[in-house]
């Protein structure tokens, strides 16, 4: 009897966590959560180690809040290729997004950003798709905080200029975000890519467990790639200054 009690009481507590019950309150400092907006003055450091397919890549993102609406950063990643000759820097990615509506904007609460930036430079064996010199990307993220979830979507096109091979593609990614307590969060997505030229069609599949110590948050993620069976493992550490 009193397992069936601690049962209930577990998944009562879960529910009216997930419906913005929960005494756990959204931590201005959760910089996984996918509507986290850097504010005036902020420095966001991400770096990020990932491995799939005898490949280890190693990343580093900066970002900086100009505003309480604006924020822009860069980032670069290099990998080593164990079973081949795929070595080098990707693409530098310099990009912004602004705060289109917050939550006290509107009466439903509906949280919406505007994302965009550009790609450019890396080595050709590692840019993505690798012939690609320069990719321009914007597009439109939107989402609800609750006190223990966060949902959210973004919609985002890229335009890929080349004489032989250029091309379009779209993303679709709807995510879920559940703040479990005030040191833990669990996340999980879907990424549909369609794509002008359909071999770069891709469907991703990715589960993440994040650990915040105060200003700091450690990541951990497994992602599947559908059209090519490609699966990947990897971290991050966030940390806000």
Known sequence: MRITHKILSVGFAAVLG???FSPVRAADNDTNDPMYRLALGEVLSQTSVSFWDSTLRLGQ???YGFSNR????????????FDGDEDG???IDVGGNYRLSGPSDNSSRIISDLLFGLKFGGSSHVRTPEYADTIYYAGVRAGRQWAGLTLAATVKTS????????????DLTPEA???????WRLGGGFMFRKATRPHYDQEWIDFKVIRQYGRTQYLAHVDYEFESNEAQIGTRVNILF
Request: charged share 15%; net charge negative.
């Open 177 to 183: 975000y559940f703040r479990i307590n005030p040191n």
């Open 159 to 170: 335009w890929i200029f080349d004489n032989d091979r250029g091309m379009a593609y779209i």
């Open 18 to 20: 997930v419906m913005g």
């Open 89 to 91: 820097f990707s693409n």
């Open 70 to 81: 604006f924020a822009a950063g860069i980032n670069a990643h290099y990998q080593f290729d």
């Open 61 to 63: 993102d900066f970002s």
